[in-house]
């Protein structure tokens, strides 16, 4: 077998370096901002919880509602809660009812495999939410925590 390999040929000067693009730069967080990740899925949890990290957040996950209220509890620091909708025990939007009675400036992204006018439909979520759907890239999350943090 014989595999043969064609590159371009760089005719530029040696010290020539590119210039950064900042039209397609994807908004960063700070390790100021702490983000609770609650997902059952434990793929989905750790994967959501990398790109996030990679974004420059600190990060907190849990697997239900009760434990993400327990940390909440010893975390006040906490600045959003990234909840999925349809959890066993409680679902999202009751664990955000519950969170912002114990901290009222907390923020909230919502995120589900469901549409969102499904769950829209079925009044598990109300109009006007912060919402994401799965799968997400790692841009859009970025978009949406930064979108979620000014609003």
Do not use: C
Not at 65 to 83: G, I, K, Q, S, Y
Not at 105 to 113: E, Q
Not at 123 to 135: E, T
């Amino acid at each position: 077998t014989t595999i043969k390999l064609y590159l371009p040929q760089f005719l530029g000067a040696a010290d020539s370096v590119a210039e950064p693009q900042t039209g397609n730069m994807i908004p960063r967080g700070t390790v100021q901002q702490t983000i609770l990740v609650v997902e059952d899925d434990e793929k989905l949890r750790r994967s959501t919880v990398e790109m996030l990290r990679e974004l420059g957040y600190t990060v907190m996950a849990a697997d239900g509602a009760a434990t993400a209220l327990r940390v909440l509890d010893e975390h006040p620091d906490l600045t959003l809660l990234f909840t999925d909708v349809v959890m066993p025990d409680m679902n999202g939007r009751k664990l955000a009812e519950e969170a912002r009675r114990r901290k009222p400036d907390l923020k909230v992204v919502y995120t589900s495999g469901y549409p969102r006018n499904a769950i829209l439909d079925n009044g598990v979520l109300i109009a006007g939410v912060q919402f994401i759907s799965k799968p997400f890239t790692l841009e859009q999350l970025a978009l949406k925590m930064r979108d979620a943090s000014t609003a």
